[in-house]
């Protein structure tokens, strides 16, 4: 680690056996536990092991109703920014998505992230790892790292997220745009969002979000949260086929075209002060280059 950089990492989690340790290893890595800040929704939660030594702050849960997402990204908001009153750069991403540096770049994750100090905000390019049910139909071995068990993903311009800071800023719903005016799309900072890495735990992990907002008709409650979260299982299992039906792409990974799309699309709501881009997405699939392997 960059010792002239003090980096923070920080997530929020409730009910996430399987992604917080995942996330703890991947960012021990790169910075001391006492770097990474764990931010715990309600009191009956029970943390695994591996949490030890992160800054983990236990807090009372406020049941689903119409703005509780804006809220807990209100919250979130706050919190990164007085972070940057003690460190220099603080990356905050749902418990699901892992941001890594791309080997063929050189250097470390720590020195990429250290450039935020200069530029501000970093966003990193997302990919979405999905599970190609057709081409790999069993179950992640628990323990061993996604990628190589997984070798596909697909382009999901919202999650390019402005998440690497070291000005404070002002998040949107999810954390998907920010107030930051200028687009550092890094070339070398990838985003993988996890949350389709596995069919099973996919459906299991949706049918709780679900519940959360919709009543006891299964009807969505406007406004808790985001659409995503009102999938219900039909909805779910669609999603996953949907990537069956082409062969996945072998490109280089650069993805020029997007990238240029992000950036031309670049422009400030003036309703909400944000700044914002195209929501470039579709079911096509590439594949993971095998320098990425073992990664996380």
């Not at 590439?286 to 990664?295: C, N, Q, S, T, V």
Request: charged share 25%; net charge neutral.
């Amino acid at each position: 680690m960059d010792e002239a950089c003090r980096i923070a990492c920080v997530t929020m989690v409730r009910d996430e056996p399987v992604f917080l340790p995942r996330w703890i290893a991947h960012w021990s890595r790169t910075v001391p536990a006492g770097h990474m800040f764990i931010l715990v929704d309600g009191f009956d939660q029970q943390l695994t092991g591996e949490a030890e030594g992160c800054q983990v702050l236990r807090l009372p849960r406020r049941p689903p109703s119409a703005g509780w997402d804006d809220a807990r990204w209100r919250m979130l908001t706050g919190f990164a920014n007085a972070l940057l009153e003690r460190f220099d750069v603080v990356v905050l991403n749902d418990v699901d998505e892992l941001v890594v540096l791309d080997p063929a770049a050189g250097g470390s994750l720590a020195e990429a992230l250290a450039e935020a100090r200069d530029l501000g905000v970093i966003t990193p390019f997302a990919i979405e790892v999905v599970q190609r049910v057709d081409l790999e139909p069993d179950p992640l071995v628990a323990g061993e790292p996604v990628l190589g068990q997984r070798r596909y993903g697909r382009v999901h311009a919202s999650y390019c997220k402005p998440c690497i800071i070291a000005r404070p800023v002002r998040w949107s719903l999810g954390g998907h745009y920010s107030d930051f005016p200028q687009l550092n799309l890094s070339d070398k900072l990838f985003l993988f969002h996890l949350r389709a890495m596995d069919a099973g735990l996919l459906r299991a992990r949706q049918a709780a979000r679900h519940a959360m907002v919709t009543d006891a008709e299964g009807r969505p409650v406007a406004g808790v949260a985001g659409g995503g979260w009102a999938r219900d299982g039909a909805g779910t299992d669609q999603f996953l086929r949907s990537f069956t039906t082409t062969a996945p792409e072998v490109t280089d990974f650069t993805f020029g075209w997007q990238r240029e799309r992000i950036r031309k699309s670049w422009r400030c709501d003036r309703s909400t002060g944000l700044w914002v881009h195209d929501r470039l997405h579709n079911r096509r699939s590439y594949a993971i280059p095998e320098r990425f392997f073992g990664i996380i």
